[in-house]
C-alpha cells in the first residue's frame, strides 16, 4: 500500500448518539455526530465549481471493468495476481481507498457513474428492464456539448444504447457489429475486441475527445484467454483480473504512441465487485456487503493529478461525475456526488455518508430489498433482520451488531430512512427490455422479474440466499440444456426448482413427451416471462408459428407494458401474413416506450418487406435519429435507397456501414455495387478488391464480382 499522503482519516472512536438537526444543505440532511456535522449525500448544484488548475485542452478517458473488486488489486494489497498497468496508474495518481457504488448491477451503477444520481433518482433500479430518462444530464451529453469529440466502446448487451446509457455518445459501439462479423451471441465480447475499437478510435481523433471504455470480463463466467488462464488456473476470476489489466496497459499504449498520454485523464473504476462466495453470494446483485458494493476508483493525469496519493475518506461512485466536470471547467448540472477534486491534498476532510441499495431480491422474488448507510467505520444495511458493522474492526462484515449497539443502530435507520422516505418500491416498475437480446440478458444471469406482483418484503434476502444460488444455477442450467435440446433434463430442472420454491413465478415445466413443437415442448403452467418468451422465440425458429403467437399472447396478459412480447408478437403475427396486426402491435407498444430503437425499426422492416417503401423510409430515419450507426439498420438503409433507385444516398449509407464493420465482405461487396451505381469506378474496384480480399466464397461478393467485370 502507497502511504506517502492520507486523505481525510476517518474518525475510529465514533459517538453514540445522532441527533437530527433538521436543515437541508442542497439536499442533504445535517447530523450532529459526535460533535461534528456530518453532510449525508451532499448534493452538487449547478454552478462552476470549478479547480484553479482546470484541465483546458485534455482529452477525458472513463474505464470502467466491470465486477472488479478493490481488493483483487495489487494496488489495493491484493498479492494474487498481478496487475502492474493498473497499480501503475494508481501510483502515478491518486487512488481513493474507500469507494462505495450506489448498487452492485451493472446498468444502473454505470447510470450513476454517468449521472452523479442516486438510483431512485435516476430512475433504473436493474438491468434490462429499465432505461436511463431523456432528461437526466449525462457525462457525455456535457462533454458534447462543450465541443467535445465523444464515444463509447461497450463489452456488453447489459449496457446496450436502448437502455438510453448512450445519451451524449457521438459514437456508441455495443456488441451487434461484433455479433455479426463473429455469430458469438452471447450478450458480451472480450476486452481485447473492446481496446483495438477504442484505440482506432482515439488514434483518428485531432481535438479534445471524451472516450469510455468498458471491459465485461471479470464478469462470470470466467474463462480468461491464455496465457492468464492457465497461469490462474486455481483462481479464473484472478486470471480475468489480470487480463483486463494488460488491457489497460494497451489502451495506456495507444496515449502514449499517439501522444495523448501527456494532456489525458484517466478515471478508472468499477460498477461492483464480485461475491466470490463470501457470505454465501458467487456472483452479484444479491447483497450489498463490501466484497461486491466496494469498487477501485483512480484519478490519473501528468503534472496535474497528485501522484503517489492514498485517499482514505469514503466517497461514491456518484462522486466521478461533478469530479471530472470540475476538472475540465464545465457546468455541472445538478446531482447528488461530491467533487472530489477540492479534496485531492485536503487532509482535513472527513468524507461523507455513502448510500447503497439492491432492489433485486424484490424486483425478481418479492422479497425484501437491502439498503445501506455508510458512515465512518459504520456500516448500517436496513433489512428485515438489520444488519451493523464495524468495518474498521470487521471489514469481512460478519458481526452483526445491530442487537448489541442498538442505539447506533436505531439513528442510523432513521437517517436511511428518511433519505428513502419517497421511494416506495412496490412502485418501483419496468418493461423496456427488446426482445433480442432477452436471451443474452438471461445467459449472464440476470432475472429481471417482478417478483410475480407478490410483496413478501417480510421474507429476509440472508435467510434465502442458498436458495436464491440454487435457483440462479438451476436457471443457466436449464437454458444450457434447451440450447442443446436436452429438455427431458429441463424438465427434471424445473421439478427441482418447483420443490425448492413452489408456486414460484419463475418457474415453469417444458414437458418433453408431447408431439408439439416438434415433440419437446407443452405449454406452461406457469412462468417468467423472460423464459415464456424464450420459448416462444423456440417456436417460431421451429416454424410453429401458431404455438409462438400463443406464447407471447400469454406473457402480454401477465404483463400487458411487456415490450419483448410485443415485437415477438408482431415478428410472429408478420409471419402469418398479418402484416396490419404486426404494424397495430409496434404502435401499441411504442405508445409505452417512445423512441425505442427496436421496435422502430421492426416498423421499418414489415414495411420493407411488404413493399410499402415510403413508409419503411419514414421509420428508418426515426430509428436513425435514436441509433445512427446500427449495422441492421445501415444495412436495411442502404437496400432501401437502392430499390428507391438513390444510389448515392446507398454510398453514403454503405460507408457508414464499412467504417462500422470493416471485416465484413458483404459490405464492402454493396459498397462496391453501389459505387458502380453513380460512376465511382475506381472507388467502386478497390471496393470490390477490399471485399475479395477478405473472403472470396462470400456468395454477395461473388455475385456483385461477376456483375463488375
Same mark, same amino acid.
Request: aromatic letters at 8%; glycine letters at 10%; zero cysteines.
Given at each position: 500500500?502507497?502511504?506517502?499522503?492520507?486523505?481525510?482519516?476517518?474518525?475510529?472512536?465514533?459517538?453514540?448518539?445522532?441527533?437530527?438537526?433538521?436543515?437541508?444543505?442542497?439536499?442533504?440532511?445535517?447530523?450532529?455526530?459526535?460533535?461534528?456535522?456530518?453532510?449525508?449525500?451532499?448534493?452538487?448544484?449547478?454552478?462552476?465549481?470549478?479547480?484553479?488548475?482546470?484541465?483546458?485542452?485534455?482529452?477525458?478517458?472513463?474505464?470502467?471493468?466491470?465486477?472488479?473488486?478493490?481488493?483483487?488489486?495489487?494496488?489495493?494489497?491484493?498479492?494474487?495476481?498481478?496487475?502492474?498497468?493498473?497499480?501503475?496508474?494508481?501510483?502515478?495518481?491518486?487512488?481513493?481507498?474507500?469507494?462505495?457504488?450506489?448498487?452492485?448491477?451493472?446498468?444502473?451503477?454505470?447510470?450513476?457513474?454517468?449521472?452523479?444520481?442516486?438510483?431512485?433518482?435516476?430512475?433504473?433500479?436493474?438491468?434490462? %428492464?429499465?432505461?436511463?430518462?431523456?432528461?437526466?444530464?449525462?457525462?457525455?451529453?456535457?462533454?458534447?456539448?462543450?465541443?467535445?469529440?465523444?464515444?463509447?466502446?461497450?463489452?456488453?448487451?447489459?449496457?446496450?444504447?436502448?437502455?438510453?446509457?448512450?445519451?451524449?455518445?457521438?459514437?456508441?459501439?455495443?456488441?451487434?457489429?461484433?455479433?455479426?462479423?463473429?455469430?458469438?451471441?452471447?450478450?458480451?465480447?472480450?476486452?481485447?475486441?473492446?481496446?483495438?475499437? %477504442?484505440?482506432?478510435?482515439?488514434?483518428?481523433?485531432?481535438?479534445?475527445?471524451?472516450?469510455?471504455?468498458?471491459?465485461? *470480463?471479470?464478469?462470470?463466467?470466467?474463462?480468461?484467454?491464455?496465457?492468464?488462464?492457465?497461469?490462474?488456473?486455481?483462481?479464473?476470476?484472478?486470471?480475468?483480473?489480470?487480463?483486463?489489466?494488460?488491457? #489497460?496497459?494497451?489502451? =495506456?499504449?495507444?496515449?502514449?504512441?499517439?501522444?495523448?498520454?501527456?494532456?489525458?485523464?484517466?478515471?478508472?473504476?468499477?460498477?461492483?465487485?464480485?461475491?466470490?462466495?463470501?457470505?454465501?453470494?458467487?456472483?452479484?446483485?444479491?447483497?450489498?456487503?463490501?466484497?461486491?458494493?466496494?469498487?477501485?476508483?483512480?484519478?490519473?493525469?501528468?503534472?496535474?493529478?497528485? +501522484?503517489?496519493?492514498?485517499? @482514505?475518506?469514503?466517497? +461514491?461512485?456518484?462522486?466521478?461525475?461533478?469530479?471530472?466536470?470540475?476538472?475540465?471547467?464545465?457546468?455541472?448540472?445538478?446531482?447528488?456526488?461530491? *467533487?472530489?477534486?477540492?479534496?485531492?491534498?485536503?487532509?482535513?476532510?472527513?468524507?461523507?455518508?455513502?448510500?447503497?441499495?439492491?432492489?433485486?431480491?424484490?424486483?425478481?422474488?418479492?422479497?425484501?430489498?437491502?439498503?445501506?448507510?455508510?458512515?465512518?467505520?459504520?456500516?448500517?444495511?436496513?433489512?428485515?433482520?438489520?444488519?451493523?458493522?464495524? !468495518?474498521?474492526?470487521?471489514?469481512?462484515?460478519?458481526?452483526?451488531?445491530?442487537?448489541?449497539?442498538?442505539?447506533?443502530?436505531? @439513528?442510523?435507520?432513521?437517517?436511511?430512512?428518511?433519505?428513502?422516505?419517497?421511494?416506495?418500491?412496490?412502485?418501483?416498475?419496468?418493461?423496456?427490455?427488446?426482445?433480442?437480446? #432477452?436471451?443474452?440478458?438471461?445467459?449472464?444471469?440476470?432475472?429481471?422479474?417482478?417478483?410475480?406482483?407478490?410483496?413478501?418484503?417480510?421474507?429476509?434476502?440472508?435467510?434465502?440466499?442458498?436458495?436464491?444460488?440454487?435457483?440462479?444455477?438451476?436457471? =443457466?442450467?436449464?437454458?444450457?440444456?434447451?440450447?442443446?435440446?436436452?429438455?427431458?433434463?429441463?424438465?427434471?430442472?424445473?421439478?427441482?426448482?418447483?420443490?425448492?420454491?413452489?408456486?414460484?413465478?419463475?418457474?415453469?415445466?417444458?414437458?418433453?413427451?408431447?408431439?408439439?413443437?416438434?415433440? @419437446?415442448?407443452?405449454?406452461?403452467?406457469?412462468?417468467?416471462?423472460?423464459?415464456?418468451?424464450?420459448?416462444?422465440?423456440?417456436?417460431?425458429?421451429?416454424?410453429?408459428?401458431?404455438?409462438?403467437?400463443?406464447?407471447?399472447?400469454?406473457?402480454?396478459?401477465?404483463?400487458?407494458?411487456?415490450?419483448?412480447?410485443? +415485437?415477438?408478437?408482431?415478428?410472429? !403475427?408478420?409471419?402469418?401474413?398479418?402484416?396490419?396486426? %404486426?404494424?397495430?402491435?409496434?404502435?401499441? %407498444?411504442? +405508445?409505452?416506450?417512445?423512441?425505442?430503437?427496436?421496435?422502430?425499426?421492426?416498423?421499418?422492416?414489415?414495411?420493407?418487406?411488404?413493399?410499402?417503401?415510403?413508409?419503411?423510409?419514414?421509420?428508418?430515419?426515426?430509428?436513425?435519429?435514436?441509433?445512427?450507426?446500427?449495422?441492421?439498420?445501415?444495412?436495411?438503409?442502404?437496400?432501401?435507397?437502392?430499390?428507391?433507385?438513390?444510389? =448515392?444516398?446507398?454510398?453514403?449509407?454503405? =460507408?457508414?456501414?464499412?467504417?462500422?464493420?470493416?471485416?465484413?465482405?458483404?459490405?464492402?461487396?454493396?459498397?462496391?455495387?453501389?459505387?458502380?451505381?453513380?460512376?465511382?469506378?475506381?472507388?467502386?474496384?478497390?471496393?470490390?478488391?477490399?471485399?475479395?480480399?477478405?473472403?472470396?466464397?462470400?456468395?454477395?461478393?461473388?455475385?456483385?464480382?461477376?456483375?463488375?467485370?
Amino acid at each position: 500500500m502507497i502511504d506517502q499522503e492520507i486523505l481525510g482519516v476517518p474518525t475510529s472512536d465514533r459517538a453514540r448518539g445522532i441527533g437530527r438537526l433538521g436543515s437541508k444543505v442542497k439536499g442533504a440532511t445535517v447530523f450532529l455526530i459526535g460533535g461534528l456535522f456530518v453532510l449525508l449525500f451532499l448534493g452538487v448544484s449547478s454552478g462552476s465549481g470549478q479547480i484553479a488548475n482546470k484541465l483546458d485542452g485534455y482529452n477525458v478517458l472513463l474505464i470502467t471493468i466491470d465486477t472488479l473488486r478493490a481488493d483483487r488489486l495489487g494496488v489495493y494489497g491484493y498479492d494474487g495476481v498481478q496487475t502492474p498497468n493498473i497499480d501503475r496508474l494508481a501510483i502515478e495518481g491518486i487512488r481513493f481507498e474507500q469507494v462505495t457504488t450506489t448498487v452492485p448491477v451493472t446498468l444502473p451503477a454505470h447510470a450513476s457513474i454517468m449521472t452523479g444520481l442516486q438510483p431512485f433518482e435516476h430512475g433504473v433500479r436493474s438491468n434490462g %428492464a429499465f432505461m436511463l430518462r431523456d432528461d437526466v444530464k449525462t457525462l457525455a451529453e456535457q462533454f458534447v456539448a462543450a465541443g467535445y469529440v465523444t464515444g463509447a466502446f461497450i463489452g456488453t448487451v447489459v449496457l446496450d444504447a436502448q437502455f438510453g446509457i448512450a445519451q451524449g455518445f457521438e459514437q456508441f459501439d455495443g456488441l451487434a457489429p461484433y455479433q455479426r462479423i463473429t455469430g458469438d451471441m452471447r450478450g458480451e465480447r472480450p476486452g481485447e475486441s473492446v481496446v483495438d475499437e %477504442a484505440g482506432m478510435w482515439i488514434r483518428s481523433q485531432s481535438t479534445p475527445f471524451f472516450a469510455w471504455v468498458h471491459m465485461y *470480463d471479470p464478469h462470470d463466467p470466467y474463462d480468461a484467454p491464455e496465457p492468464f488462464g492457465s497461469r490462474y488456473a486455481n483462481s479464473p476470476y484472478d486470471g480475468e483480473v489480470a487480463y483486463v489489466d494488460a488491457m #489497460v496497459g494497451r489502451l =495506456r499504449q495507444v496515449l502514449e504512441e499517439s501522444g495523448a498520454a501527456d494532456n489525458t485523464l484517466i478515471v478508472l473504476t468499477s460498477d461492483h465487485g464480485e461475491g466470490l462466495g463470501d457470505h454465501g453470494e458467487q456472483t452479484h446483485s444479491f447483497f450489498i456487503y463490501d466484497s461486491t458494493v466496494r469498487v477501485p476508483l483512480i484519478f490519473w493525469a501528468p503534472g496535474e493529478v497528485p +501522484g503517489g496519493i492514498v485517499a @482514505m475518506n469514503r466517497v +461514491g461512485v456518484i462522486d466521478i461525475f461533478p469530479t471530472v466536470l470540475t476538472m475540465a471547467g464545465l457546468p455541472i448540472p445538478s446531482n447528488s456526488g461530491v *467533487d472530489l477534486s477540492r479534496h485531492f491534498s485536503d487532509q482535513e476532510w472527513f468524507g461523507r455518508a455513502i448510500y447503497s441499495e439492491s432492489l433485486i431480491p424484490y424486483l425478481d422474488f418479492g422479497w425484501s430489498e437491502l439498503r445501506a448507510l455508510i458512515d465512518g467505520n459504520y456500516k448500517y444495511i436496513a433489512a428485515p433482520e438489520p444488519e451493523l458493522y464495524d !468495518l474498521e474492526a470487521d471489514p469481512g462484515e460478519t458481526k452483526n451488531l445491530a442487537n448489541t449497539d442498538t442505539e447506533l443502530a436505531a @439513528m442510523m435507520h432513521g437517517a436511511l430512512q428518511q433519505f428513502v422516505v419517497s421511494d416506495d418500491v412496490s412502485m418501483v416498475e419496468g418493461g423496456t427490455v427488446d426482445a433480442e437480446i #432477452v436471451a443474452s440478458l438471461q445467459a449472464l444471469g440476470y432475472l429481471s422479474g417482478r417478483g410475480g406482483g407478490r410483496d413478501r418484503r417480510d421474507i429476509d434476502p440472508k435467510s434465502m440466499i442458498e436458495t436464491h444460488e440454487t435457483l440462479v444455477r438451476g436457471l =443457466r442450467e436449464s437454458i444450457t440444456a434447451i440450447e442443446q435440446k436436452r429438455f427431458a433434463d429441463v424438465d427434471k430442472i424445473f421439478a427441482q426448482l418447483d420443490e425448492l420454491i413452489p408456486d414460484e413465478h419463475i418457474i415453469y415445466y417444458v414437458e418433453s413427451k408431447t408431439e408439439r413443437f416438434d415433440g @419437446m415442448l407443452e405449454e406452461p403452467e406457469a412462468g417468467l416471462l423472460a423464459l415464456r418468451l424464450y420459448f416462444g422465440q423456440l417456436a417460431l425458429k421451429a416454424g410453429d408459428i401458431a404455438t409462438s403467437v400463443d406464447f407471447f399472447e400469454q406473457a402480454l396478459e401477465r404483463n400487458s407494458s411487456y415490450l419483448p412480447a410485443y +415485437g415477438e408478437l408482431a415478428n410472429a !403475427l408478420y409471419a402469418a401474413g398479418d402484416l396490419t396486426g %404486426a404494424q397495430d402491435l409496434i404502435v401499441e %407498444a411504442l +405508445g409505452i416506450s417512445p423512441g425505442n430503437f427496436s421496435l422502430t425499426l421492426l416498423s421499418g422492416v414489415f414495411h420493407h418487406d411488404s413493399g410499402k417503401l415510403d413508409e419503411a423510409l419514414k421509420a428508418y430515419y426515426a430509428a436513425e435519429r435514436i441509433e445512427p450507426n446500427h449495422p441492421e439498420l445501415l444495412e436495411r438503409l442502404a437496400h432501401l435507397y437502392l430499390l428507391l433507385q438513390q444510389p =448515392r444516398q446507398a454510398v453514403d449509407v454503405l =460507408r457508414r456501414l464499412s467504417q462500422a464493420m470493416p471485416d465484413a465482405a458483404a459490405v464492402w461487396a454493396q459498397l462496391a455495387f453501389a459505387l458502380a451505381q453513380i460512376g465511382e469506378t475506381n472507388e467502386s474496384q478497390q471496393a470490390i478488391t477490399r471485399a475479395l480480399d477478405i473472403d472470396p466464397n462470400d456468395v454477395t461478393v461473388r455475385q456483385v464480382a461477376r456483375l463488375l467485370r
